[in-house]
């Protein structure tokens, strides 16, 4: 049965959630048949029936999940002869630490970054939505966060620092293949690739050579998405 991935669409079908980035990775590693469901920020009705109002939402056959992390679980425990998203108890653990770091530390440090890109290609019906929501929620309108100062650039490079030791001594977060770590961490590049033109990462850095082997996996689906080769 095909499952059903609600996420997040912008202007020209950019799709930019990281969140939903992290679902369509599991489920691709997964080899499983989903379709997408392209849904604005403003399109709470489509999604309505979960309960709640964010994306991503999963519908799999009569079984609805939503939350990243809750779908990774969901997918993991529900197809367990598929490719395991987490290896095992300690894998599952270790993947934990890295959703909550990736949420608490990794956003933060790019949002300051690229936040007022998002807003310029968001679908214009979701244009005045976005701007007086982080707004209310941030203190400070999209615009006025993304300066880039000194400050803010060198907060989003402590944290690649952090990804940077780590790929030293493996290929993947993961350790020598891709699992869902990777998938969480990645899913805040591929957001940053759908909006922006902002360069992240430089060409010699080890984690530019990671970002391209994600961006390649399978069959170089995340590097179709519509995005900026940057
Ligand atoms: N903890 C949730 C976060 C989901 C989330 O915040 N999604 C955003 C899109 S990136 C959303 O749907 N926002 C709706 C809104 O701002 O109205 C997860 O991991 O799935």
């Given amino acids: 049965m095909t499952i059903q991935l609600f996420e997040l669409v912008g202007r020209d079908d950019r799709r930019f959630s990281p969140y939903c980035w992290r679902t369509r990775m599991a489920l691709e590693h997964k080899g499983l048949a989903y379709e997408t469901v392209p849904t604005r920020f403003t399109d709470k009705d489509l999604i309505s029936f979960s309960g709640q109002e964010r994306v991503p939402v999963i519908r799999d056959g009569g079984t609805v999940v939503f939350d990243?992390?809750?779908?990774?679980?969901?997918?993991?425990?529900?197809?367990p002869d598929s490719p395991s998203l987490f290896g095992g108890a300690k894998g599952h653990g270790l993947a934990r630490f890295v959703n909550v770091w990736t949420d608490r530390t990794l956003h933060l440090a790019l949002i300051k970054l690229v936040i007022a890109d998002i807003l310029n290609h968001t679908d214009p019906a979701d244009h005045a939505y976005f701007n007086e929501s982080r707004t209310a929620r941030l203190g400070k309108s999209p615009a006025e966060i993304q300066t880039r100062s000194e400050t803010d650039v060198k907060a989003f490079g402590a944290a690649l620092a952090i990804l940077r030791a780590a790929l030293d001594e493996y290929d993947y977060l993961s350790g020598d293949a891709p699992a869902y770590a990777d998938y969480i961490v990645f899913g805040a590049f591929a957001w940053s690739r759908g909006i922006s033109d902002y360069p992240l990462l430089k060409t010699d850095d080890p984690v530019y050579a990671w970002r391209a082997r994600m961006l390649a996996m399978f069959d170089g689906m995340p590097l179709k998405a519509v995005g900026y080769d940057v």
């Avoid at 992390?69 to 969901?74: D, G, L, V």
């Fill in 68 to 79: 990243s992390w809750a779908i990774a679980e969901y997918l993991e425990a529900q197809y």
